[in-house]
């Protein structure tokens, strides 16, 4: 069984950073892909990074290229996500998600609880 924690969230002014962690439990971690997904108020859950399992390879939502990074330390059983020039269009619980595979080819099978993120104008 993995267990995901994030932390990190809080809240920040437009064009402010965060950076958000994903730590896991778990031995499965440095052979699982990874990834980050958002829900806002009243919203689907979304889609917004995803990393493979050695770090290699990195997929990002549209809305987020640019501005947001994806990484992992597989040595601390860890997952990041930098996001700079936030927007309030950000604002959402952020989710870490993970993957029973190597590369995020389809849906996660695990997830954290979320840590809040609110960007304000």
């Known amino acids: 069984q993995v267990q995901l924690a994030e932390s990190g969230g809080g809240l920040v002014q437009a064009g402010g950073s965060l950076r958000l962690s994903c730590a896991a439990s778990?031995?499965?971690?440095?052979?699982?892909?990874m990834g980050w997904f958002r829900q806002a108020p009243g919203k689907e859950r979304e889609f917004v990074a995803a990393?493979?399992?050695?770090?290699?390879?990195?997929y990002y939502a549209d809305s987020v290229k640019g501005r947001f990074s994806i990484s992992r330390d597989n040595a601390k059983n860890t997952m990041f996500l930098q996001m700079n020039g936030l927007k309030p269009e950000d604002t959402a619980v952020y989710l870490c998600?993970?993957?029973?595979?190597?590369?995020?080819?389809?849906?996660?099978?695990?997830w954290g609880q979320g840590t809040q993120v609110t960007v304000s104008s």
């Open positions: 998600a993970g993957y029973n595979t190597r590369y995020y080819t389809s849906s996660p099978s695990y």
């Open positions: 778990g031995r499965t971690f440095s052979s699982s892909a």
């Open positions: 990393i493979n399992w050695s770090g290699s390879s990195t």
